[in-house]
Every structure is written in structure tokens, then in C-alpha cells.
């Protein structure tokens, strides 16, 4: 199985502040990786998908980088419905694995 | 609009199996593959399975290879996950969501508590 590895697993950030979240996977998956964001007692959402690409009707201050087995998610400027979880997955094969998740929280 | 819609939440004793239904709309339920991922209190994210509503075909994660179900019915649109010897650590809020064929995810049903309790 794949192994997808987030870092941090938390972090405290200020509204307006640009916070980047890192995902590794275990061998290389190309750009066969998606990002979620998740708030308590919901399901998550679809933020990106193809490492880059945007879902529809995501704002543009979500942006994914990278490729192979290192990537990043970027929130260009914190704003309060940002708080969240947030989950990479890679879906390059079975079975489809998530990160840890990393949750990031008003400093 | 696409909607998934899930059943409701259920309690079970150790043991016992447990069906969870994902219902479909908004959409062409043969065009898309439904998943199942769940979620243990205060935990992550973790692949059940999935199955490919036109021919049925499903691959589920070695982990519950012996013990998950999961089927469709195309004349409801509906995806059923059936879960048999049921543990407490089974514990978890259950999603189903949808994937086009390459497996990109744009839609998640609300979810569904199963609590396993003697």
C-alpha cells in the first residue's frame, strides 16, 4: 500500500496568513493526488484534485504543487472559514490511502 | 443537483452485521464509481471500498476483504456497504463518495454513525 504522510499534523495560524501543508507519499504517484478539507461533524470536501486543478467553485486561494511524491497545499491568505482539517489521498492505485491529516487552528 | 444521500444512524452489538445505504440523484448513477470511506471518533481518513455501479465490479481494501459487502441496485440508484462481525473499534462515522473513472472525488453523502456497543 501506499503510505501518504502529512506534515505538520497541526498548526496555529493568524487570519491573513499564507499556510502551507506538506504530503509525501511512500513511491511515486505522479500527480494522482487530491486534497479535502474537512470541519467537525461534516464531510469533507472536495478541494483539488490532479495535485493542481481546482474543483469547481473553489476558491482560488487554494492552490496544490507537486508531483512524483512530494506535494503541497497552499492558503494563500488565512480567512476564518478556513479552520479546518485538512486530508491529501493519492488515488494512483488500490487501495486509495489518506494522510494523517492536518488541522489548522486560530493562533 | 448531485446529491448522495445516506441512511441513518445505527447501533449494534458486537458481532451483528450492519447495512449502511448511499442513495444517488443529479446524475447518471452507471456513469460514476461510489466509494466508501470511514471515520473513527476523533481519527481520519479510511478506504473501505468501492464498486463501479455499471457491472458491479468492486474492489475493497485488504483490511475488510472478509468481512464488507458493497452492491448496487440500478433501478433505486442506490449503493448498499454491508459490514458483518461487527467490532467496537468499528466505531465510525461512514461516507460514501462519489468518483468519476479516474477516480477524482466530487461529492461525499452527510455520513452515518454506527456505534457497536454491547
Known amino acids: 500500500d501506499i503510505q501518504m504522510t502529512q506534515s505538520p499534523s497541526s498548526l496555529s495560524a493568524s487570519i491573513g496568513d499564507r499556510v502551507t501543508i506538506t504530503c509525501r507519499a511512500s513511491?511515486?504517484?505522479?500527480?494522482?493526488l487530491a486534497w479535502f478539507q474537512q470541519k467537525p461533524g461534516k464531510a469533507p470536501k472536495s478541494l483539488i484534485y490532479a495535485a493542481s486543478s481546482l474543483q469547481s467553485g473553489v476558491p482560488s486561494k487554494f492552490s496544490g504543487s507537486g508531483s512524483g511524491t512530494d506535494f503541497t497545499l497552499t492558503i494563500s491568505s488565512l480567512q476564518p472559514e478556513d479552520f479546518a482539517t485538512y486530508y491529501c489521498?493519492?488515488?494512483?492505485?488500490?487501495?486509495?490511502?489518506f494522510g494523517g491529516g492536518t488541522k489548522v487552528e486560530i493562533k | 443537483q448531485v446529491q448522495l444521500v445516506q441512511s441513518g444512524a445505527e447501533v449494534k452489538k458486537p458481532g451483528a452485521s450492519v447495512k449502511v445505504s448511499c442513495k444517488s440523484s443529479g446524475y447518471t448513477f452507471t456513469n460514476y464509481y461510489i466509494h466508501w470511506v470511514r471515520q473513527a471518533p476523533g481519527q481520519g481518513l479510511e478506504w473501505m471500498g468501492m464498486?463501479?455501479?455499471?457491472?458491479?465490479?468492486?474492489n475493497y481494501a485488504q483490511k475488510f476483504q472478509d468481512r464488507v459487502t458493497v452492491t448496487r441496485d440500478t433501478s433505486t440508484s442506490t449503493v448498499d456497504m454491508e459490514l458483518s462481525s461487527l467490532r467496537s473499534d468499528d466505531t465510525a462515522v461512514y461516507f460514501c463518495a462519489r468518483t468519476d473513472t479516474s477516480m477524482i472525488t466530487t461529492s461525499w453523502g452527510q455520513g452515518t454513525l454506527v456505534t457497536v456497543s454491547s
Open positions: 513511491q511515486g504517484i505522479s500527480n494522482y
Open positions: 489521498q493519492q488515488y494512483h492505485s488500490y487501495p486509495l490511502t
Open positions: 464498486i463501479n455501479p455499471s457491472g458491479g465490479r468492486t
